[in-house]
C-alpha cells in the first residue's frame, strides 16, 4: 500500500467529492430522507422476519405480516396518545388557574413584597415612554416647536371572514400531505429493502468497489453495530421510560404512560430528546398541583433516573456499540440536522456510524474515522512521545500507568517506552534539536522513577514484599548520548523487578579518556545501550577495551534500533566482539539473567562457624527459660515492639540450638517460615552475632559474600539485617534479637543501642522467671523495652 492510500489527510479530489456528496444529499433530502428511515426500520425489523423465515413463512408473507403489524401498533400508539393528549386538553383551564396562583405567589413571596410588578411597571413605563418619543421625532413635520404635537392615526384591524369548509379541509389536508407522503415512501422502501435485502446488499458492494473482502467486512461492521446501537438505545430507553411511567403514576401527575411513551420516543434523540422529555411532566407538574411537592417528587424522579440511566445503564449496555467519540456525536447531530431537519437529528447516530465504518475500511475516506472514531488516532508510543515533546511529563505518566496497569512492565517497555525512544532517535536526521532529544530522555527517566513507585505500591497492595535476588552487579552504559542513557534506564529497573542488581553510567564514562578509568569492581555483566542504527563501530571501540580487563566479564549489546542493513543482532555481537546482542529489552534482560545464573550458581555455603564454649552455650540456652512455650506470645509482642521501634517489616527472637535457628517470637515472617518458625544453623545470619559475641549489620547482604549465596534469604526476598546478641547472666550467647528489611539501607549507633537495650532487658526477665506479658498489657515503654519519656 502506498503513503498516498493511508494517508488520512484529505486531497483535492476527495474534498471535491465530499462537497457534492454534501450537496446532494441537501438537494434531494425528498428521496434520501424516507429512504435513510427505512433502511433504519429495516434494521428492527429484520429479526421478526427472519424468525419467520425459520418457521418456513414465505418472505413475501413475513414481510406483510411484520410491516403491517409495525404499521398497526404505531397507528394504535398514536390513537392512545391522541386520547391522553384529548384527556389532557379538557383540564387546561383548571391547569390555567393554578398556574396563575402560583406565578401570582411567587410575585407575592418575592424579597421587597411585589419588587417583580414594581420593577415590570417601570420597564414598560420607561419603554413606552422611548417609543412615543421615537414616533413624535419621526412623525414631526420640519419647522415645528417641540410643543407642537400631532394626533397619533387610529388603528385600523383588518378581519378575516369566515373561511369555507373546502377551504378549511384543502389547508389541514395540504399540511398533512408532507408526513403522510414521506410516511408512504418509508413504508415502499421498507418493503422493498425487507423483501430483497441480498441483492439491495450486492449492488452497494459492486458500487463500491471491487475488493470484495473489504467490502463486506465493511457492510457487516455497519450493520452490526448500527443493530446493535439502535437495539441498546431502545432497551435504555425503556429501562428510563418504564419506571418514569411507573413514578409519575404514583406521584399523581395526569398522562403518566404518554409521558413515559413519549421519554422512551424522544430519547433517541441525541442530548436534546431527553431534555424535551422532562419539560412536559414538570410543566404539568407545576400546573396540576397547586403546592409544590408534586413538582419536587417529579423533578426528583427524574434526575435519578437519569444519573442511573447515564451512569450505570448506558455505560453497561452501549460499551463500544458506536464506536464514536461523545464529541462526534455532536457534531454529527449538528450536521445532519441543518442538512436534514429534525429528521436527520434522529438518524444522525446510525448514518454517522455507517460512515465512520466506512472511513475504516475506505483509504480515500479514513480522515472520517480519524474525526470522529472513538479509537486513538495515536500509538501509545506516539502519544507518550508527544507528550514529552511537548514538556507534558505528567500526561506521559498517566499514559504509561494505563499501559502497565492492562498489561506489564516489560511489555510496556518494549511495545511503548522503547518504540517512544525510536521516534526520538529517528527525528535526528529530521532536523530535531539536541534540546527534543532532552526532553523526551528526561521525560522518560520520570516515566521509569514513577513506574518504580507504582510497581512498589502495587506489590505492597498485593501482599508481595520481594523477590528472589541474584548478587552479581550489573553494569548498564549509555552507548551515546542522553537516549542511550533513558533505554539504560529502562533495562536497570526491568532487571531490578527481577532481583538482579544492575547501575547505569553515562556515556561519557566509555569515552576515549575516561574509559579506562571505568570503575568495574564486582562487575560480572556489561550492557550497552544504542538507538543508534548503526552500532558495530562504537560497541566494538568498548568491546575491545573493556574485554582484556577481565576474562569473566560479559559484554551484552542492547541494539534498540538496529537497522536492517546492520545484519542481525548476533552478527552484530560477532563483529563487535560482544558476547551476546538483542534488540528487545525482554531478550536482554533473559540474556543477563541467564549470565548472572551461571555465575551465582548454587555453591556449598561457608562452613559454620562454631563457639569456643559450644557445650556450655547449649547448656545455658535449655537453663535460660526462652525455649519454654509459655513465653512465645511474650517474645512475639517484644519482636513486634521492635519491628515498631526500628520501622523494619520483619523482626525475631531467634535462638540458636545445635542444629537449627528457632525464631520463638517473630513478628512479620512470611507465611511458610512462620508456619515452621525455624531454620537450619546453616542459613542463619544470627549464628554469626552468636560466634562474634557483638551486634551485627549487614547494609545489603546481595554484597556481603558471607550471606550472597544464602538461600533462605535469597528465596525471601531478605537484604538488610541488624542484629544483637542474647546474652544470659552467665555471658554465654543464645541468639539474637534482629530486625530484617526487603531492600537495603542503614541504621543507625543509637537505634542499634536501643535494640541491645531491649535484648538485655528481656533477658533479665527471662532470668528472673517473671511471667509472660498479659494481653491486656501494652507494649513500648509501658512493657519497659523502650526508654520512658
Request: net charge negative; proline share 6%.
Amino acid at each position: 500500500m502506498s503513503d498516498e492510500s493511508i494517508n488520512p489527510g484529505i486531497n483535492i479530489s476527495t474534498a471535491v467529492v465530499v462537497v457534492l456528496t454534501i450537496a446532494v444529499l441537501y438537494v434531494g433530502r425528498d428521496i434520501f430522507v424516507p429512504f435513510a428511515l427505512a433502511i433504519l426500520l429495516s434494521f428492527m425489523l429484520a429479526p421478526p422476519v427472519a424468525w419467520l423465515r425459520r418457521v418456513r413463512i414465505p418472505r413475501t408473507a413475513a414481510v406483510v405480516f411484520v410491516v403491517s403489524g409495525a404499521v398497526a401498533m404505531v397507528a394504535g400508539v398514536s390513537v392512545l396518545m391522541g386520547s391522553q393528549v384529548v384527556a389532557l386538553s379538557e383540564n387546561l383551564p383548571t391547569y390555567q388557574k393554578t398556574m396563575q396562583m402560583k406565578i401570582r405567589s411567587i410575585r407575592s413571596a418575592a424579597p421587597g413584597g411585589g419588587a417583580i410588578d414594581r420593577t415590570s411597571a417601570v420597564i414598560q413605563a420607561l419603554g413606552q415612554e422611548l417609543s412615543e418619543v421615537a414616533g413624535t421625532t419621526t412623525q414631526r413635520p420640519k419647522g415645528s416647536t417641540s410643543n407642537q404635537t400631532k394626533k397619533q392615526p387610529m388603528p385600523v384591524i383588518i378581519e378575516e371572514g369566515e373561511q369555507h369548509p373546502v377551504e378549511t379541509v384543502r389547508s389541514v389536508a395540504g399540511s398533512l400531505m408532507g408526513p403522510v407522503s414521506t410516511a408512504g415512501l418509508v413504508i415502499v422502501f421498507i418493503f422493498f429493502v425487507l423483501l430483497a435485502p441480498s441483492d439491495l446488499r450486492d449492488r452497494f458492494i459492486r458500487l463500491a468497489g471491487t475488493d470484495l473482502h473489504r467490502t463486506t467486512e465493511a457492510l457487516s461492521e455497519a450493520a452490526s453495530r448500527v443493530s446493535r446501537y439502535l437495539l441498546m438505545q431502545l432497551v435504555v430507553n425503556a429501562t428510563y421510560g418504564i419506571p418514569l411511567g411507573i413514578g409519575l403514576y404514583l406521584i399523581g401527575v395526569p398522562g403518566a404512560f404518554l409521558w413515559a411513551l413519549l421519554a422512551t420516543l424522544l430519547r433517541f434523540i441525541p442530548y436534546l430528546g431527553p431534555v424535551i422529555a422532562a419539560i412536559f411532566p414538570m410543566m404539568l407538574a407545576f400546573a396540576v398541583d397547586p403546592g409544590w411537592n408534586m413538582l419536587l417528587w417529579t423533578g426528583a424522579l427524574i434526575l435519578v433516573l437519569e444519573l442511573v440511566s447515564n451512569n450505570i445503564i448506558e455505560p453497561w449496555l452501549y460499551g463500544s456499540s458506536t464506536g464514536m467519540t461523545p464529541m462526534a456525536v455532536i457534531l454529527s447531530a449538528i450536521f445532519w440536522t441543518l442538512l436534514w431537519g429534525p429528521v436527520g437529528l434522529i438518524l444522525a447516530t446510525p448514518l454517522t456510524v455507517c460512515f465512520v465504518v466506512m472511513g475504516r475500511y475506505v483509504p480515500q475516506l479514513t480522515f472520517i474515522d480519524v474525526l470522529l472514531g472513538s479509537d486513538p488516532v495515536l500509538s501509545a508510543d506516539e502519544r507518550i512521545y508527544q507528550r514529552l515533546l511537548a514538556g507534558n511529563v505528567e500526561e506521559a505518566i498517566d499514559i504509561a500507568e494505563g499501559e502497565v496497569a492492562e498489561d506489564s512492565l516489560l511489555s510496556f517497555y518494549d511495545r511503548v517506552a522503547l518504540p517512544a525512544l525510536r521516534l526520538a532517535e529517528n527525528a535526528r536526521e529530521r532536523g530535531a534539536s539536541r534540546e527534543d532529544r532532552k526532553n523526551v530522555a528526561d521525560g522518560i527517566r520520570a516515566v521509569v522513577a514513577d513506574l518504580h513507585e507504582f510497581e512498589l505500591r502495587r506489590s505492597e497492595e498485593d501482599g508481595v514484599y520481594g523477590n528472589r535476588w541474584l548478587g552479581t552487579p550489573v553494569l548498564c552504559v549509555a552507548g551515546r548520548g542522553e537516549l542511550d542513557y533513558a533505554a539504560a534506564t529502562l533495562l536497570v529497573h526491568v532487571l531490578e523487578s527481577r532481583g538482579i542488581g544492575a547501575r547505569v553510567v553515562e556515556s561519557s564514562a566509555i569515552s576515549l579518556d575516561n574509559i579506562g578509568s571505568l570503575d568495574l569492581a564486582g562487575v560480572e555483566v556489561i550492557c550497552l545501550s544504542y538507538l543508534n542504527p548503526t552500532p558495530k563501530a562504537y560497541a566494538r571501540f568498548v568491546c575491545r577495551r573493556l574485554k582484556p580487563r577481565s576474562r569473566r566479564l560479559k559484554i551484552v549489546i542492547g541494539a534498540w534500533n538496529l537497522a536492517a542493513e546492520a545484519g542481525t543482532p548476533e552478527k552484530l555481537a560477532a563483529d563487535a566482539g560482544a558476547d551476546s546482542a538483542a534488540t528487545s529489552v525482554e531478550a536482554v534482560a533473559h540474556m543477563v539473567e541467564e549470565i548472572v545464573g551461571q555465575a551465582t550458581a548454587p555453591t556449598n555455603l561457608l562452613p559454620v562457624p562454631i563457639p569456643a564454649e559450644e557445650e556450655a552455650r547449649l547448656q545455658a540456652l535449655q537453663a535460660s527459660g526462652a525455649l519454654d512455650p509459655d513465653n512465645s506470645v511474650h517474645l512475639d509482642r517484644v519482636a513486634h515492639t521492635v519491628a515498631d521501634a526500628m520501622d523494619m517489616p520483619i523482626a525475631m527472637v531467634s535462638l540458636i540450638d545445635e542444629s537449627l535457628q528457632l525464631w520463638k517470637g517473630a513478628w512479620g515472617l512470611p507465611a511458610e517460615l512462620e508456619r515452621s518458625r525455624q531454620g537450619t544453623r546453616e542459613t542463619s545470619v544470627c549464628n554469626y552475632v552468636v560466634v562474634a559475641n557483638a551486634p551485627l549489620v549487614v547494609e545489603d547482604t546481595a554484597r556481603d559474600p558471607r550471606f550472597a549465596q544464602n538461600p533462605l534469604l535469597r528465596e525471601n526476598g531478605m537484604r538488610f539485617y541488624a542484629g544483637v546478641p542474647l546474652r544470659t547472666s552467665s555471658g554465654h550467647v543464645i541468639g539474637s534479637l534482629c530486625v530484617i528489611d526487603l531492600k537495603p539501607r542503614t541504621l543507625s549507633p543509637r537505634e542499634l543501642k536501643l535494640m541491645q537495650v531491649i535484648a538485655d532487658e528481656l533477658m533479665a526477665e527471662l532470668a528472673k522467671g517473671r511471667k509472660p506479658v498479659q494481653e491486656s498489657d501494652t507494649v513500648g515503654a509501658e512493657a519497659g523495652y523502650l526508654p520512658q519519656q
